[in-house]
């Protein structure tokens, strides 16, 4: 399903990486791993398609990335919180959903923010909510947007010890249901099997 | 098109949550325009010969104020990431913006500058000019306004930057904008210079979106 | 691949086209320094004294060519920023961005002998006619351009924004030009035209063609200088630049 051979980047005079290459599958997922500044964000900036490769290729379905079959199969959550503080978590969920052309019920919505652990303040501003309460808001995201291909950039980072556990539960059922994950992190995730990929 | 509308709704929900950036601008077009009067004199003569030019900078000036915040906020907290993304189209979620913005920084131009060019002592055809000039024009500064503004997204000295690339470009608006008006009152009729903006608008609705999304893509790498 | 279009891409190349340009400034030197003598020659001795404007109008030979380049120049730096966009070639940004300071100053150079010759016969070193002020505005557009790749760190993204503002403004300058030509109408400005008002001879032709010619060797000598200059810094890291600079 995503075939990626060759690819490079390289940031100013810098080469990061090249020759960079893996194939993942349904069920399968990739653990993206280097040290600080080896690259690990570049590469899933370039693996979604918002910067473009020194070289290489990025095949989705057979069809060269970025395609709209792409986007609509994706679903990327990065180092920003992508939240609006002075929206409340159902409003961040249900207009996320609506400029992506998805219908969600506000029932749908709430689960999600419940299964996050967010039961009680779906209707309080972001604003007023911890760091990592603010990341849960984004993760639910991962519940209500239909997507094959999870790329999660750190996405472990600011959670503690049960929306950690959490997360590794999501990304399993995703799995397990046919779906396909990227994911970077320093620490050992908690996800069973996976390929790896060091930079 | 419901991503499109869900973005105008999504804008001016958060404006709605922070009504003093808007309202900003609003009083900014409001100080300028009377600080004028002020600083050349209560003869009314001259004040209604230089009115529509007034009115007309003024208005540039105050959609040149919140331009910067157009996709800043967006683009610190990782959502036009998220746009450029989406499976909708990211140039139908610009173009929403650039609608919100001008729903939020150009109407109430529009819908003030009739009462404030009562201080000036223009007649009600001439307001009536004044008005629809500015219907017509101020979306087509907002249009070319987000090129700018995508272009200085994240860059160093962005606000004064935005002003140097962007100010160049509204001189045709200026010119057939207050050109209107004062071409009304010299009895040559205003449907000339009112056509050229509407032609000028329907150039920039198709162009300026898609010139602001190359921007933006670019601004994200 | 055709083997022409190979040969193309090799000359697209920075490394390749710098020693070309090296090879090439020389002659642009010297064809810019025999059309600026026999120009020169041309307006100072040999054009007629004008009827009506006596020997001032001779500021014509500097202004006009000056003008003329300042828009071809935006033309130019357009087009390189527009093929980059297309082909992603780091030739074309880099030519786009060594063009732009030499357009400015023509841009400059023409509001300048403007403003002389506008003094005895408008009597005012600056009049609102049509042709300054739209030059004043394409002088503008220069500025925002260059002032635009200086804020940009990031050489590849300054070129891309650059190119997209070049080509917002290569739409726009017609749309501006006929909008100050109509509000210069409308106002009733001067009568008096610069390029219009002494009827031409033939001797005058020669000599402003010359004179653009001069200014068009001229122009490429400093772009390719420039081009050479800006691949040095943008490729110091790479030993072919190390190996050039020693």
Known sequence: ?199 | MNAFFATVRRDLLLALRRKSEVLTAVFFFVIVTSLFPLGIGPEPVLLKKIAPGILWVAALLATLLGLPRLFAADHVDGTLEQMALSPSSLGLLVAGKILAHWLLCGLPLVLLAPVLGLQFDLDAPALGILTLALLLGTPLLSLIGAIGAALTLGVRGGGVLLALLVLPLYIPALIFGAGAVEAHIAGLGAGGHLSLLAAMLALAVFFAPWATTAALRIALE | MNQSIIQWFRFGSPQAFYPIAGRMIPWFWAAAAAFGIAGLWISFFVAPTDAQQGEGYRIIFVHVPASWMSMFLYLIMAFWAGLGLALNTRLSGMMAQAVAPTGALMALLSLWTGALWGKPMWGAWWVWDARLTSELILFFLYLGFMALQAAIDDPRRADKAGAILALVGVVNIPIIYFSVKWWNTLHQGSTINLTKAPSMAHTMLWGMLLMALCFWMYSIAVALTRVRAIILERERHTDWVKHAVE
């Open chain 1, 1 to 199: 399903m995503l075939n990626v051979s060759g690819l490079a980047c390289s940031r100013g005079e810098r080469r990061l990486f090249s020759d960079v290459g893996f194939s993942l599958d349904v069920g399968e997922w990739l653990h993206v791993q280097g040290e600080n500044g080896s690259g690990k964000t570049s590469m899933m900036r370039l693996l979604v398609g918002l910067s473009p490769a020194d070289a290489g290729e990025i095949r989705w379905r057979n069809e060269p990335t970025p395609s709209t079959e792409f986007r609509r199969d994706l679903i990327y959550l990065g180092h920003h919180a992508a939240v609006k503080e002075d929206l409340t978590p159902l409003e961040n969920l249900s207009l996320a959903a609506a400029l992506d052309g998805i219908a969600l019920d506000e029932r749908a919505a709430l689960a999600a923010l419940v299964r996050l652990g967010l039961r009680g303040r779906e209707e309080l501003p972001v604003r007023v909510l911890s760091a990592g309460q603010k990341r849960r808001v984004l993760l639910a995201r991962l519940l209500t947007r239909p997507a094959v291909l999870w790329v999660l950039d750190e996405a472990f980072n600011a959670l503690d010890v049960a929306a950690v556990k959490l997360l590794g539960e999501l990304i399993a059922e995703h799995l397990s249901a046919g779906g396909m994950a990227v994911l970077t992190s320093h620490q050992p995730l908690p996800v069973p099997g996976g390929k790896a990929l060091v930079l």
